[in-house]
């Protein structure tokens, strides 16, 4: 028999006045499955580092321009990618801040581990 109860009440209180609701934490869960595909990764990378068109994320990449044009739908749909017209081109570039940071946050985790 257990002779330490640990008294936990206040501290599960707090916590749980800091949860999101279960519907928030499932767009939670979907926004990171679409981190879990290496393509996006990779397109995501790139864009960290520059704006760019289709063609030149396929030719940077090895990808065929489809599946580029593919995960990118994806990844705007998630809003983790967005675009603008440069004449008759659709230049791709990280949605915001946060998306670079996730990508350069994850980066940085993955070279303290090794």
Do not use: W
Request: charged fraction near 30%; hydrophobic fraction near 40%.
């Amino acid at each position: 028999m257990n002779e330490h109860i640990h008294d936990h009440g206040e501290e599960i209180r707090r916590v749980e006045g800091h949860l999101p609701s279960e519907d928030e934490l499932g767009a939670l869960g979907d926004l990171f499955k679409v981190f879990g595909e290496r393509s996006r990764i990779r397109i995501l990378y790139v864009l960290s580092e520059s704006e760019l068109c289709v063609f030149a994320i396929s030719q940077l990449l090895g990808m065929e321009q489809s599946a580029v044009s593919h995960q990118l739908k994806i990844l705007k749909n998630a809003r983790l990618v967005d675009s603008r017209r440069d004449g008759k081109t659709n230049v791709y570039f990280l949605a915001d801040g946060h998306v670079r940071a996730i990508v350069d946050q994850g980066y940085e985790h993955l070279k303290e581990i090794n």
